[in-house]
């Protein structure tokens, strides 16, 4: 990332939670302790469970793996800032800091939004043409989807976020949020932002609109497969594979949708960083709640492993 000549900021101050009383930014501090070790816990356990149980090594858990991977990275890159900050008068980010921790945020984010579509689409497969299904999503055709999203989103946030850094910042460096997310950000620079905000507004529709409509119309078709099945208990079946991606897609794309694709007279530097919240907390935390307890299948691993460690 290069600093223009005109850039003479050499660091930001997040202004996190510093505006809440102590007690309750005492509060927060624990709370998100907890959330993090839950989140970590969480995700940890599926990673573990799906690796060691031969019976799940079928391309649902093989993307489920990588999801749960996905959600450690992506908890990690602002969780242990905040909490540092939460012990921290001072609350400082370097410039290069701040860079790096938006590259990766966009990185592991976008890297979400391809991987949900995959699960979509895996699901599609499984459940319109279960014949053909182990021939679509062979091993092979697995690994090139996930190592697609990856890739792509690698590049992808890496020309976003030199494009967001190669605008000069002169000061004010005071970002009100708790991580160096875009819009706080870019809202500092000292020259026009309008070329900014429109490749901002594209990159969100590249990586979040289009994503999600692909998943919509995997799930259409799914729900018209689904309606097809003769029988209450298998119309049950089906469905229940779905209904965890479904809950997860809604709770990511809705609250990346609002932040990242409404108008910019409607921002609100204080209701985004409440809204960031559930993005980048919450549905990492969910995530491994809402995969296990509505699968029979994990849960069934899980006390096969702990079943052979007694023994």
């Known amino acids: 990332m290069t600093q223009e000549n005109k850039t003479s900021v050499t660091e930001f101050l997040l202004v996190g939670f510093s505006d809440l009383s102590p007690p309750l930014q005492h509060l927060l501090f624990v709370l998100f302790q907890i959330i993090y070790a839950i989140t970590l816990l969480g995700n940890v356990t599926i990673i573990l469970t799906v690796t060691l149980d031969h019976r799940l090594h079928t391309p649902m858990y093989f993307f489920l793996w990588n999801l749960s991977f996905l959600e450690i990275c992506y908890i990690s890159v602002t969780i242990p800032k905040v909490l540092g900050d939460f012990l921290s008068k001072e609350r400082s980010i370097s410039y290069i800091g701040c860079g790096t921790q938006m590259y990766?945020?966009?990185?592991?984010?976008?890297?979400?939004?391809?991987?949900?579509?995959?699960?979509?689409?895996?699901?599609?497969a499984a459940i319109c043409n279960p014949l053909r299904y182990s021939?679509?999503?062979?091993?092979?055709?697995?690994?090139?989807?996930?190592?697609?999203?990856?890739?792509?989103?690698?590049?992808?946030?890496?020309g976003?976020?030199?494009?967001?850094?190669s605008l000069p910042y002169c000061g004010p460096n005071v970002i009100n949020h708790y991580f160096c997310d875009i819009p706080p950000v870019?809202?500092?620079?000292?020259?026009?932002?309008?070329?900014?905000?429109i490749a901002i507004f594209m990159y969100s529709v590249a990586v979040i609109l289009i994503p999600f409509l692909l998943i919509l119309i995997?799930?259409?078709r799914v729900l018209m497969a689904i309606l097809r099945i003769r029988s209450v208990e298998g119309r049950r079946k089906a469905f229940s594979t779905c209904a965890s991606h479904?809950?997860?897609?809604?709770?990511?794309?809705?609250?990346?949708?609002?932040?990242?694709?409404?108008?910019k007279s409607s921002y609100s530097l204080n209701n985004d960083r409440l809204l960031a919240l559930f993005y980048t907390i919450m549905t990492p935390m969910l995530?491994?709640?809402?995969?296990?307890?509505?699968?029979?299948?994990?849960k069934g691993a899980l006390r096969r492993i702990l079943g052979s460690q007694r023994i």
């Open 104 to 124: 990766f945020f966009i990185f592991f984010a976008t890297s979400e939004c391809f991987l949900l579509a995959v699960m979509a689409y895996d699901r599609h």
């Open 135 to 158: 021939t679509i999503m062979s091993g092979r055709v697995c690994i090139h989807m996930v190592a697609g999203s990856w890739i792509t989103a690698l590049l992808l946030s890496m």
């Open 246 to 263: 479904l809950v997860s897609v809604s709770l990511f794309y809705s609250t990346g949708t609002i932040t990242y694709l409404r108008p």
């Open 287 to 298: 995530n491994p709640l809402i995969y296990s307890l509505r699968n029979k299948e994990v």
């Open 160 to 165: 976003q976020t030199r494009f967001i850094f």
């Open 218 to 220: 995997s799930y259409a």
């Open 186 to 197: 870019i809202s500092l620079a000292c020259q026009d932002t309008s070329k900014n905000e």
